[in-house]
């Protein structure tokens, strides 16, 4: 399966990409559990698409469980050849689809770390205290390593608006990372509060901000943001100190070195501040399709694991204070 078979793949991918409008992490992600799928189907002796039966995919998913991989994997892999069997199926490529009875594995129920709301206060009021302290503070962000070299001061200022002002958001909103560096500041609706946020499958939600996020984002654009835009900085929301777009790596460290920060507080991704306002939401009342709208999820049965996070915190928080726990 060399040259005809790669170039089936090459045409899903760039239906992916294309028509479904898919990221480039997911199209990366399809090619390679297709690529997985491919070099399973050569040492078995299949000849071409069109001979690939669903005892072949259930043994190519054992080797993969078996080669140690988690659940979750095993799950999107499951995932991706259903959806590429299925446009093959359309495409001609193949007579029938043998991924129709093909199932995935039951993903273990786990939990993710969340802040407790009195830490993420910690985080976002330092955040805000380095901004008037001219970003002295003891955190440092991924333009760490290009400030070394003797930044002016109204840089390190600009450095730590921007950081607070991240921060903010991705508390406010429970944005994904790639949604937050996506945003032009035409995103942002200010006398609304509101951003428009274009989610997974290019799907747009208007999610709102509070006050604190409000006051973050207009000092950042009326002073941090000038100083550090270039002539090709463009439309986008937040930059890096060279003056481009920032990216998901800039942001991942600006919210580790946040958290790292804070006594006690577990050591976070930005997807963790997304799953900690879920779960403060969660835990201060709002309905979970509320929640399903604010965090642009397709399925109901995603936001669920919030009600199981707040559960699993009042569990604890029964064990440790109630006297016949």
């Not at 892999?77 to 594995?105: H, N």
């Not at 903010?168 to 035409?186: C, N, S």
């Not at 835009?229 to 777009?245: I, N, P, T, W, Y």
Request: contains cysteine; charged residues 25%.
């Amino acid at each position: 399966m060399s040259g005809p078979a790669a170039s089936v793949i090459e045409r899903f991918l760039d239906h992916l990409s294309a028509e479904r409008e898919r990221s480039p992490h997911t199209v990366r992600a399809y090619a390679g559990d297709l690529e997985s799928l491919r070099h399973h189907l050569d040492e078995v002796g299949v000849g071409s698409w069109g001979d690939l039966t669903l005892t072949h995919l259930r043994g190519w998913l054992a080797g993969v469980s078996e080669s140690g991989a988690s659940r979750t994997t095993v799950a999107r892999r499951v995932s991706s050849a259903r959806t590429f069997c299925r446009w093959a199926k359309k495409q001609g490529v193949m007579a029938t689809d043998p991924s129709v009875r093909l199932t995935a594995p039951k993903r273990h129920a786990s939990l993710p770390d969340v802040l407790q709301a009195s830490q993420a206060a910690q985080i976002l009021d330092a955040a805000r205290d380095r901004t008037s302290a001219g970003g002295t503070g003891e955190t440092r962000s991924s333009d760490a390593a290009e400030r070394a070299g003797g930044e002016s001061d109204s840089t390190t200022r600009a450095v730590a608006l921007r950081d607070a002002a991240v921060l903010e958001l991705l508390y406010a909103t429970g944005m994904r990372v790639g949604e937050l560096v996506a945003l032009d500041e035409a995103s942002l609706d200010e006398t609304n509060r509101l951003v428009r946020v274009m989610g997974k499958g290019r799907k747009e939600r208007m999610v709102p901000y509070g006050a604190p996020a409000e006051t973050a984002l207009r000092l950042w654009r009326s002073t941090g943001r000038p100083t550090l835009a270039q002539a090709a900085s463009g439309k986008a929301l937040f930059l890096g100190v060279r003056g481009g777009r920032i990216d998901q790596r800039q942001v991942r460290s600006i919210v580790h070195a946040a958290t790292s920060a804070v006594e006690g507080a577990p050591d976070l991704a930005p997807h963790g501040l997304r799953h900690s306002a879920a779960t403060h939401l969660v835990e201060g009342g709002a309905d979970l399709r509320t929640v399903q709208e604010y965090l642009g999820h397709a399925s109901l049965s995603t936001t669920q694991i919030y009600t199981h996070v707040s559960a699993e915190r009042l569990r604890a928080g029964y064990v440790q204070a109630h006297p016949r726990a």
